[in-house]
């Protein structure tokens, strides 16, 4: 089991920033990928942006150039720094893990979730 708890969420106004954290605890080592969802209200929840298995990152088109993800596998948390936000960012940000277990041939893929942080832009 891995468990992850986010921080950093609050009320900014309109082109201002703000750094989301999240710390994953449990079973870490198993952890290959971690980043960032969101969902506003009425809206399903989407990928804002993630540092993939291969230490690659992945962003949506809606948050490039404004966003960076980062991951530390020493301190064990994902960070997110948004800047020049914008109303549409409202959201409820969500932590995400994927982990892996077991041999190559047999790999078995789990995903955790965050409890989620709430973040709101106002003009």
């Known amino acids: 089991q891995v468990q992850l708890v986010e921080s950093g969420g609050g009320l900014v106004q309109v082109g201002g920033s703000l750094r989301l954290s999240c710390t994953a605890s449990g079973r870490t080592r198993s952890i290959v990928a971690m980043g960032w969802y969101r969902q506003a209200p009425g809206k399903q929840r989407e990928l804002v942006a993630k540092?993939?298995?291969?230490?690659?990152?992945d962003y949506a088109e809606s948050v490039k150039g404004r966003f960076t993800v980062s991951r530390d596998i020493a301190k064990k948390t994902v960070d997110l720094q948004m800047n020049s936000l914008k109303s549409e960012d409202t959201a409820v940000y969500y932590c995400n893990a994927e982990s892996e277990v077991g041999p190559v041939e047999r790999v078995v893929t789990y995903e955790y979730w965050g409890q989620g942080t709430q973040v709101t832009v106002f003009a």
């Open positions: 540092v993939t298995k291969d230490w690659t990152t």
